[in-house]
């Protein structure tokens, strides 16, 4: 009896601080990007394949942009924002440009431009998307899909190319309206694309939706609590995906979007099969909005009667003394904003982007702080990954959908 007490005993003992310290391992995933999309060190604790603690690295990337654009004018600093988020750099143009025309103050945006703005950032929204889904498809091991979706990206690219002079970083939103009048034969480019993508987006379900591997790699995957979401900052399609019903573009409506017919997307499941449906459905959203405002797009100017702050047109400039003057004072000194401060939010493809701008009264910015998207959904990779197998870490940070040029900046 003796001996089956001791041996109970030492059965039930716990483990040393050594012992428990020895059966843990520690792992640096990153910051390479094709593991981490992006310049990103995530610090792993393993119990076996479990993690039992994630930790996100940022600053790898830091380009010191929210300071840089206080050394600049008020025109010179939209060339800036083009370069917070590369996949969404007109979602970036278009938060600067509210800001600053609220600080002016009494600027009035004509409605072409307004509608202009918002197909674009539609536009926006279509091509980052298909750059997450190429992206995420391949890192679950499918490979086809990414061709597709950069197939379609190219498209939307020669048409950002034909408005502005170039693929990316256009900077053709602008404080007052747009940089350049919008190119004949826009609208049939425009029409093109977006008879044509709907089929597409069916494409891509067709190959993904029934597809077990796909499935079984997605689905109940990736939790993480909607409070938790919340407390940490997280925004767009990551709540969304949790069934919270909140966007900007419906909610706090900016550039006429209260004029637009569409739904949000919203899926009840939490995981990472939830943030693919959501975005699925967004591109069919956004593919709405954007063939309303092709068929409804308003005539008229597309830059507000401000001279002292838009830049004239380029005829006009070769013939009136009056418009060279104008150009020539906001390229060289730039134009003062009334000082003041202001907060502007958009809905970018990857959440909330708000903009706080303070103005001194001159021609710099005092002050431009960027409130990113990304920042506050890569907070949230402790708690996602807690728990969860390390082979499907790359899943759900992939379904994160984040770019480290948005977080670090």
Known sequence: MRELETNVGIADAQPTPDEVSRKRMTLNMGPQHPS???????????????????????????????????????HQAVTLTDRVDYLANLSNNLVYALAVEKLIGDIEIPPQAQWMRVMLTELTRIQSHLVWLGTHALDIGAMTIFFYCFREREDILRIFEMFSGQRMMTSYIRPGGLALEPPRGWQHAVRKFIDAFPSKVDEYEDLLNANPIWLRRTKGVGFISLEDMLDLGITGPM????????????????????KFDFEVATQPDNDVWARYRVRMEEFRQSTRIVKQALEGMPGGPWQANAPKIVLPDREKMKTQMEALIYHFKIVTEGYRVPAGEVYQVVESPRGEIGYYIVSNGTSHPYRVFMRTPSFGNIQGLGKLLEGSLIADSIASMGSVDFVLGDTDR
């Open 239 to 258: 709540i969304r995906g949790a069934g919270l019903k909140w966007d900007a573009r419906k909610d706090e409506p900016y550039s006429s979007y209260d």
């Open 36 to 74: 981490t999309h992006g310049v990103l060190r995530v610090m792993i604790e393993l119990d076996g394949e479990i993690i039992t603690r994630a930790t996100p690295d940022i600053g790898f990337l830091h380009t010191g942009i929210e300071k840089e654009c206080e050394v600049k004018t008020w």
